[in-house]
């Protein structure tokens, strides 16, 4: 208990004990050799722990006890959008006329559930500008993905063998990563000293073999593409498409449309913007919705309404299926619900509320941690920690670690790799102004504990308060164990 480590569900296990008892049925054993070949019986049980209920219990709670959550307080990742979502999502995901569905349903008796997927559908559509949409891909990397094969799928119909595609230096890892799956060649973009594309060096990049662009904007460091328009003219010269990582689309939602910035392919993150958590890896929902010229290259099936009711097609040059059913379903169950309790202007508060916090929390900190770019930023900002480390030692990884300890969630570090020693925070539009005053003074703190010599050498050492204290990330990395060995004790 306390701060003792919690021993693995095998080191509790006791040899005979039992979480519960299967009523005998009266059914007669059946001796496996008798059909089985030989070869695959085991010759003793399979290794699994003997425990009774009340310390199978106990064991996970502990666990989720050493956990913190969106539920427990701020989770300021930026990029990640970590925030609390409403109970409201979970009672819909739960009931029995969504969660008991079975999948293989034919579509005759799953009216219900199609309907869900048309209304989200055109939800997406009005957000984002765009003229269709599909629910298939079950994370934004492989709406990236999705995305990146229908613009492939559109040149080669067209003719042209493109092989590049431009990515600014901010970018989110994924998208390069999806350019190779796609099998294209990617052209890094450099940022300017505004923290923006530099329009003149993507001019110059701009050529003949250039299949598109893949951006987000607001961009990685929180700041609005001003130059958005003259980009997408410059892609479009070319007969490039624009593709939009809706990574950050939190802050826009209601107020500006990728459509109307010239994209031709929106990814959204439903896990991030309209009310899923998603910690420890999922689950997600990355939908992508697509401009008039693409509706044909949308994988399929997808739900279509008709005069009998809605059925599923495929259109016509399709890039076949990205899933292996339609997306994550209970996921845009959950943000169908979102939507519509918010409403349109709800919605749009939720951007205006992102934005606000985001800026509050940078003015009120901006003396210890100075902004990586002045400009107003939208609703997450990078800050810089390069001062503390060569004056005091003290790295963007301590100050998060040190947030720890003060019962915050530390924000993303060292991301993006263009601003050293990075803090990105994105406080979210559902953290309350005392929040953020709460967390400002933490990292205050932090900051001013960084002048003083045993301070900072505890800081260092940090988190202290912590069920797990500051672990070896890199031995972590270099000596992964990836089982435990049941009869080690």
């Known amino acids: 208990m306390g701060g003792d480590s919690e021993p693995t569900i095998f080191e509790i296990s006791v040899s005979g004990r039992r979480c519960g008892a299967i009523r005998d049925s009266g059914i007669e054993s059946v001796d496996a050799s008798d059909h089985l070949p030989l070869a695959y019986l085991r010759s003793e049980p399979v290794a699994l722990p003997e425990v009774s209920e009340r310390d199978l219990v106990g064991h996970f709670t502990r666990l989720t006890h050493r956990q913190y959550s969106v539920d427990l307080g701020a989770y300021p990742l930026g990029s990640c959008t970590m925030k609390y979502n409403p109970k409201l999502a979970d009672t819909v995901a739960g009931m029995s006329g969504i969660s008991g569905v079975h999948p293989h349903l034919p579509s005759s008796h799953s009216q219900g559930w199609l309907e869900i997927a048309l209304e989200i559908e055109s939800y997406l559509k009005e957000i984002t500008g765009m003229a269709g949409a599909t629910l298939s891909p079950a994370a934004g990397a492989q709406g990236e993905l999705t995305g990146l094969l229908m613009m492939k799928a559109y040149h080669l119909d067209r003719g042209n063998h493109k092989t590049k595609i431009l990515i600014p230096d901010s970018a989110h890892g994924t998208n390069p990563a999806s350019v190779s799956l796609a099998g294209y060649?990617?052209?890094?973009?450099?940022?300017?000293?505004?923290?923006?594309?530099?329009?003149?060096?993507?001019?110059?990049?701009?050529?003949?073999?250039?299949?598109?662009?893949?951006?987000?904007?607001?961009?990685?460091?929180?700041?609005?593409?001003?130059?958005?328009?003259?980009?997408?003219?410059?892609?479009?010269?070319?007969?490039?498409?624009?593709?939009?990582?809706?990574?950050?689309?939190?802050?826009?939602?209601?107020?500006?449309?990728?459509?109307?910035?010239?994209?031709?392919?929106?990814?959204?993150?439903?896990?991030?913007?309209?009310?899923?958590?998603?910690?420890?890896?999922?689950?997600?929902?990355?939908?992508?919705?697509?401009?008039?010229?693409?509706?044909?290259?949308?994988?399929?099936?997808?739900?279509?309404?008709?005069?009998d009711g809605i059925k599923w097609t495929t259109p016509s040059?399709?890039?076949?299926?990205?899933?292996?059913?339609?997306?994550?379903?209970?996921?845009?169950?959950?943000?169908?619900?979102?939507?519509?309790?918010?409403?349109?202007?709800?919605?749009?508060?939720?951007?205006?509320?992102?934005?606000?916090?985001?800026?509050?929390?940078?003015?009120?900190?901006?003396?210890?941690?100075?902004?990586?770019?002045?400009?107003?930023?939208?609703?997450?900002?990078?800050?810089?920690?390069?001062?503390?480390?060569?004056?005091?030692?003290?790295?963007?990884?301590?100050?998060?670690?040190?947030?720890?300890?003060?019962?915050?969630?530390?924000?993303?570090?060292?991301?993006?790799?263009?601003?050293?020693?990075?803090?990105?925070?994105?406080?979210?539009?559902t953290e309350s102004r005392q929040t953020l005053d709460a967390m400002a003074e933490a990292l205050i703190e932090l900051a001013k504990d960084a002048l003083d010599e045993d301070a900072a050498s505890k800081m260092a050492g940090g988190p202290r308060r912590t069920p797990v204290t500051r672990v070896d990330e890199a031995r972590a990395a270099r000596t992964l164990i990836t089982t435990v060995d049941a009869h080690s004790k």
């Not at 923006?196 to 593409?225: C, Q, R, Y």
């Open 185 to 307: 060649s990617v052209v890094t973009v450099p940022s300017n000293e505004k923290g923006l594309v530099d329009l003149e060096l993507l001019k110059s990049l701009v050529g003949d073999d250039v299949a598109g662009i893949m951006l987000t904007n607001p961009n990685t460091v929180g700041l609005f593409e001003e130059d958005i328009a003259e980009i997408a003219k410059a892609i479009h010269d070319v007969d490039g498409l624009l593709y939009y990582d809706g990574a950050n689309l939190n802050a826009i939602v209601g107020i500006a449309r990728p459509g109307d910035m010239g994209f031709d392919i929106v990814h959204s993150n439903l896990h991030k913007t309209f009310a899923t958590p998603h910690g420890g890896g999922g689950p997600g929902s990355g939908p992508v919705a697509v401009a008039e010229k693409l509706l044909d290259f949308l994988p399929g099936p997808y739900p279509v309404r008709g005069h």
């Open 317 to 429: 040059k399709s890039i076949g299926r990205v899933h292996s059913f339609y997306g994550n379903a209970v996921v845009y169950a959950r943000a169908l619900a979102f939507m519509k309790a918010l409403g349109g202007e709800g919605l749009r508060q939720m951007s205006q509320i992102a934005v606000l916090n985001a800026n509050y929390l940078k003015a009120m900190i901006s003396s210890y941690y100075p902004p990586a770019y002045e400009a107003t930023c939208m609703h997450e900002f990078v800050v810089s920690t390069a001062a503390l480390k060569k004056s005091f030692g003290i790295r963007a990884l301590d100050i998060a670690k040190g947030l720890l300890d003060k019962g915050f969630h530390a924000p993303t570090v060292y991301f993006p790799l263009i601003v050293d020693e990075a803090l990105m925070i994105e406080p979210t539009e």
